[in-house]
C-alpha cells in the first residue's frame, strides 16, 4: 500500500488546477505546444469533445473536427505539458456521454445545439 500512496502524492503534484470544466459537446480550442526544431509554438486546434475519460492523472479528451473533408480524432491528456490552453468556444446540448454517432454523420448533420444555461 506504501507504493500507491507515493505514486498518488506524485500525481498530485503534475495535475493542473486551472482547466475548465469541459463537457461532451462542448466546442474547445486546444493548444497544443508542438517543439520544431529548437523552437517550440503553440498550434490550436478546435473541435468537438466526442469522449470523455476520467481518472485523475490519466483523464483525456477526444476532440473530433473535419478538416479537409475527412473526419479527424485527437486524444488530448488534460494534465501533460504540451497542453497550453484550453478554451471553450461553445456549450453544447447533448443527452448521452459519447457522441461517437458524429462519426457516420456528414456536413450540417454533425452539427450539436448550443446550450446557454452554463456559462462559457
Do not use: C
Not at 475527412?70 to 494534465?79: A, K
Amino acid at each position: 500500500m506504501k507504493a500507491q500512496e507515493i505514486i498518488r502524492s506524485i500525481e498530485a503534484e503534475q495535475l493542473k488546477s486551472d482547466l475548465p470544466t469541459v463537457h461532451v459537446g462542448d466546442t474547445v480550442r486546444v493548444g497544443v505546444r508542438i517543439r520544431e526544431g529548437n523552437k517550440e509554438r503553440v498550434q490550436p486546434y478546435e473541435g468537438t469533445v466526442i469522449a470523455m475519460r476520467n481518472g485523475g492523472i490519466n483523464q483525456t479528451i477526444t476532440v473530433r473536427r473535419i478538416f479537409q473533408g475527412v473526419g479527424v480524432e485527437r486524444v488530448f491528456l488534460l494534465h501533460s505539458p504540451r497542453i497550453a490552453s484550453i478554451k471553450i468556444v461553445r456549450r453544447g446540448k447533448v443527452r448521452r456521454a459519447k457522441l461517437f454517432y458524429l462519426r457516420e454523420r456528414v456536413g450540417k448533420a454533425t452539427r450539436v445545439k448550443q446550450r446557454f444555461d452554463r456559462g462559457i
